[in-house]
């Protein structure tokens, strides 16, 4: 990863059209096995990212941050800088992937503890799947989260007004969704700490499905959302993050690959065009050539968490960015 994160630093960045792209590395790095679409994922993509601890980070496992009947509870992992100055610093909810009915804390870990690295707090949350609860239980869980951090943000020295979302395919469903829908009663819950602010000021989402309209047939859309569009129309269109779109969201950077073949690259167009008629700042990344879930393997990780870091610290660190018209193409 030393050597790739060096062969980044001299590749150049290409804007077209106000769509940055990331060049595959793998051109350079020499893994031609990468771009072979006929061989399965691990000899097409190489092995996936493996979490390694670090001094540099401080992680307190299994805190508790909601409670549903039956005794059901969730957990999440904290990530913290270990040297931590007396200031305040911006806090994060990392929300894994996995087509909302699999998936664990542990699976966003890697992606938690670089960005604790580079000073953020980090919480890496479980939430309930479609097997135990469907649509909305997974939304309420994420806005529990977030008011979890907030009430605790004291404790932690976390920057209660500085607080964002990164999410993964579906967990990026979720992460946009707390960007778009904050204050929808249907979406709130029935939190305890309701009086808490849900809000978050920065999100960031990769592959994100922005339109579940746009997947009526779908089986793991379906189940999520536990009826038809012919049965309940309004919940489908109410789990869609793009329906929420105002002037009143944060600014989203939207990673996504050309060639996904599971969240279609159109679904972070479509959210970027909506956030432009609102006037809102937004980004989009064009990955070329890269697998749906390319955040989890070494060629494309380094430069994923180098231009998350940056959105970041843009967005969450003082001075923030002023309002500014979004960096997305005329034409699309």
């Keep these: 990863m030393k050597v790739q ?17 990331l060049t595959a590395a793998v051109m350079l790095v020499g893994a031609p096995e990468a771009l072979a679409q006929t061989s399965p994922q691990a000899e097409r993509w190489g092995p996936r990212i493996v979490y390694e601890p670090t001094n540099n980070v401080e992680v307190i496992s299994d805190l508790v941050y909601a409670q549903h009947e039956q005794g059901r509870t969730l957990k999440l992992d904290l990530y913290l800088p270990r040297d931590r100055s007396t200031e305040t610093i911006p806090g994060i909810i990392a929300i894994r992937g996995g087509g909302w009915h699999q998936g664990d804390k542990e699976g966003f870990a890697p992606i938690a503890s670089r960005l604790a690295e580079d000073g953020f707090a980090v919480a890496s949350i479980e939430y309930r ?21 907030r009430a605790n943000a004291k404790q932690y020295g976390i920057d209660d007004t500085a607080l964002g979302a990164i999410g993964g395919s579906a967990g990026a469903h979720l992460a946009i969704l707390l960007a778009t829908s904050s204050g929808i009663p249907e979406l709130e819950g029935a939190d305890p700490s309701l009086e808490i602010s849900s809000q978050i000021q920065a999100a960031v989402g990769m592959a994100t499905p922005s339109a579940l309209t746009d997947f009526t047939e779908r089986p793991v859309v379906q189940k999520f959302l536990a009826v038809s569009p012919a049965q309940d129309p309004k919940s489908w269109i109410l789990a869609s993050p793009i329906s929420h779109v105002d002037q009143t969201d944060p600014p989203l950077l939207l990673l996504h690959s050309d060639s996904d073949d599971i969240v279609p690259y159109q679904q972070s167009v479509k959210l970027a065009q909506r956030y432009e008629g609102a006037g809102i700042f937004s980004e989009v990344v064009k990955i070329p050539r890269a697998p749906h879930a390319f955040w989890h393997f070494p060629t494309w990780f380094d430069e994923v968490m180098a231009r998350t870091i940056t959105f970041f610290d843009a967005e969450l660190r003082s001075p923030r960015r002023s309002a500014t018209e979004p960096e997305i193409p005329s034409d699309f």
């Design 129 to 149: 799947t479609s097997q135990e609860a469907p649509f909305p239980a997974a939304v309420h869980d994420v806005k529990a989260a977030v008011r979890w951090m």
């Design 5 to 21: 994160a060096e062969m980044w630093n001299l590749i150049r960045d290409l804007k077209v059209n106000g769509i940055y792209l």
